[in-house]
């Protein structure tokens, strides 16, 4: 028998409430994406996720990390925040509009020193990074199908015991019986995931599926 709970809302509003709680300047970074691009708000990390990834880059010590798919940045807030003193955040992303929302929100939070965007399709910027093992940790929330180059482009350059963690792994459960072109990339790219011996991998049931890779 499965011990998962399905999440009600009101008990999902209590998974959120007892997380670490977004700030002001989260809340604040939240409402102008609703305001700004109702269409696309919607893709934004959610709080508990956003919470996660400050709580794992903090886990890692992480002084080297990159975040594919940045838009107006709440998920890259979360990761600077819990960087090490001297840790560096690259990301990528090829929306100028969407990232220049994320700019002024880095430099709110006081973070923007330790920030780098580069703007242009991720499947050619990442091949600019350094080809060594240098990365603590790798974010991949963008476009679904770019996901197999992303991981093929990042893996390499992860350290040992380094962490990539993928968003949308569940496609709001359309994994199973996948109804679109990003659906079945996903599936797909989850089976490619799992037979990588590269890596040792969980499917975190978090908001809509969060995979955590660890580099042997
Ligand atoms: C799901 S959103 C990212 C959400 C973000 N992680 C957050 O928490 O707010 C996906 C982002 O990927 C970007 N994107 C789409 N195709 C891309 C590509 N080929 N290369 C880089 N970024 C891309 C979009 O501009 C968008 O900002």
């Not at 093929?152 to 994994?175: F, H, K, Q, S």
Request: aromatic share 6%; glycine share 8%; with cysteine.
């Amino acid at each position: 028998m499965s011990k998962s709970l399905p999440l009600t809302p009101e008990l999902h509003a209590y998974v959120v409430a007892h997380g670490s709680a977004p700030d002001e300047v989260m809340g604040d970074l939240v409402e102008e994406t609703l305001a700004a691009l109702p269409a696309q708000a919607g893709m934004r990390v959610a709080p508990e996720q956003a919470a996660f990834l400050t709580f794992l880059t903090r886990l890692l010590g992480a002084r080297q990390a990159v975040e594919v798919g940045t838009f107006t940045g709440l998920s890259s807030l979360a990761i600077a925040r819990g960087l090490a003193e001297d840790g560096r955040l690259t990301c990528f992303d090829i929306s100028e509009e969407y990232t220049s929302i994320a700019r002024r929100y880095w430099a709110r939070a006081g973070v923007a020193d330790r920030i780098e965007l580069r703007i242009g399709p991720a499947g050619e910027t990442l091949r600019e990074l350094p080809r060594d093992r240098h990365l603590d940790f790798a974010f991949i929330d963008a476009d679904k199908s770019g996901y197999p180059v992303y991981w093929a482009e990042l893996v390499p350059r992860m350290r040992p015991g380094g962490i990539v963690a993928v968003d949308n792994t569940l496609r709001g459960g359309r994994v199973l019986a996948p109804q679109s072109a990003d659906d079945r990339a996903i599936a797909a790219f989850n089976d490619e995931v799992m037979a990588d011996v590269r890596v040792e991998t969980v499917l975190l049931p978090i908001a809509d599926g969060l995979t955590l890779a660890r580099v042997r």
